[in-house]
């Protein structure tokens, strides 16, 4: 167990909806990153996100939100889903705003849009 | 644009050989480079790091290398084990904080 959990493991909904995929870092750790990972993909980054406040975006798309909540936890919203959003989509906190003290990567949400 | 390049999918080495695995970049911004190692139905989790000021750095098993002139790093693994056997991430850092990484290279060692 890293430390950092992410729900639900395994997400499958239709094109279209909308989903909701929850991220809680580490104790203590006041930074949350997002990450996509397609098939022969690398790890694509999202966001970031440093004690509730957005630090940092990637390459998301205007579909996808983001935010983190007082409490640290993070939520990352997914709507408009296409077929091409199947994907892991990890998150990962880090105690500082720094990602060379390395970041701890949760477990990975599996979505499959069908 | 991949700014982080793993050109090798994959990797199959004796056990008790050396692993070596290489990454490219483009940037030559990037302060930090990372390496990550991910096991099947696992987050990847942090191995080792190096700064852009070394060319070197060690730790156990693993030594990272990075060469700034070719936008060139690579891991070592020596000796190779079993469980070492995973996917690993090479990563990047850029000014604005951003981690970079790579498509990731598949290493099997066979006992």
């Known amino acids: 167990d890293s430390g950092v959990t992410q729900t639900p493991k395994h997400l499958i909904t239709a094109t279209g909806q909308r989903v909701t995929l929850r991220c809680s870092p580490r104790s203590g750790d006041l930074s949350v990153y997002w990450y996509q990972q397609s098939l022969d993909q690398g790890l694509q980054f999202l966001i970031q996100y440093y004690n509730g406040e957005e630090r940092a975006k990637g390459n998301i798309l205007e579909r996808f939100s983001a935010q983190q909540f007082p409490d640290l936890h993070s939520e990352l919203n997914l709507s408009s889903l296409e077929l091409g959003d199947s994907a892991l989509y990890f998150c990962a906190s880090s105690a500082r705003d720094r990602a060379n003290y390395g970041y701890t990567f949760g477990s990975g949400t599996r979505l499959t849009v069908v | ?111």
């Open chain 2, 1 to 111: 644009d991949q700014q982080v390049k793993q050109n090798s999918p994959s990797l199959s080495v004796q056990e008790g050989r050396i692993s070596i695995l290489n990454c490219d970049y483009t940037n030559s911004m990037f302060d930090y480079f990372l390496w990550y190692k991910k096991y099947p139905a696992e987050g990847p989790t942090f191995l080792i790091s190096i700064s852009s000021i070394k060319d070197k750095n060690e730790d156990g098993r693993f030594t990272v290398f990075l060469n700034k002139s070719a936008k060139h790093l690579s891991l070592h693994i020596v000796p190779s084990q079993p469980g070492d056997s995973a996917v690993y991430f090479c990563a990047a850092r850029d000014g604005a904080n951003n981690l970079f990484f790579g498509t990731g290279t598949r290493l099997t060692v066979i006992p």
